[in-house]
Nanobody, 120 residues
Framework: QVQLVESGGGLVQPGGSLRLSCAAS????????MGWYRQAPGKQRELVAI???????NYADSVKGRFTISRDNAKNTVYLQMNSLKSEDTAVYYC??????????????WGQGTQVIVTS
C-alpha cells in the first residue's frame, strides 16, 4: 500500500519559514521523482518543486531562491524548506511521487496535503 504522508504545515507570518516533510512508503523511493505541488483556494494545482532520483531539482519561478527541495533516500523522505514566505504562498501543499515502470507506464501517487497559511 502506497502512503505519502505530509507534515510541517501551519500558520506563519510573512517573511517566516516552514519545513514540510513527506514520508513515503510502499514505493521504490530511491528511483522515484518526488515533487511538491500546491493548490490555493479557487486555483488549479501547480508545481512548486521537483527533485529527481539523481537529485536534480526544478522550481516554479515564483519560489526560486526562497524554497529548497531535498530528499533523504535512507529515510524515504522528501523535504521542502520554505523561507521568506509570502501571503501568496498560502495553499494546501501536496507531495507527489512518480516513476516509470518497466512497461513505460507512469506510476504517480499523491499525499493528502498539508495546509500552509501565511498571514499577519
Amino acid at each position: 500500500q502506497v502512503q505519502l504522508v505530509e507534515s510541517g504545515g501551519g500558520l506563519v507570518q510573512p517573511g517566516g519559514s516552514l519545513r514540510l516533510s513527506c514520508a513515503a512508503s510502499g514505493i521504490i523511493f530511491s528511483i522515484s521523482t518526488m515533487g511538491w505541488y500546491r493548490q490555493a483556494p479557487g486555483k488549479q494545482r501547480e508545481l512548486v518543486a521537483i527533485i529527481t532520483s539523481g537529485a536534480r531539482t526544478n522550481y516554479a519561478d515564483s519560489v526560486k531562491g526562497r524554497f529548497t527541495i531535498s530528499r533523504d533516500n535512507a529515510k524515504n523522505t522528501v523535504y521542502l524548506q520554505m523561507n521568506s514566505l509570502k501571503s501568496e504562498d498560502t495553499a494546501v501543499y501536496y507531495c507527489n511521487s512518480d516513476r516509470i515502470d518497466g512497461l513505460g507506464r507512469s506510476l504517480a501517487y499523491w499525499g493528502q496535503g498539508t495546509q500552509v497559511i501565511v498571514t499577519s
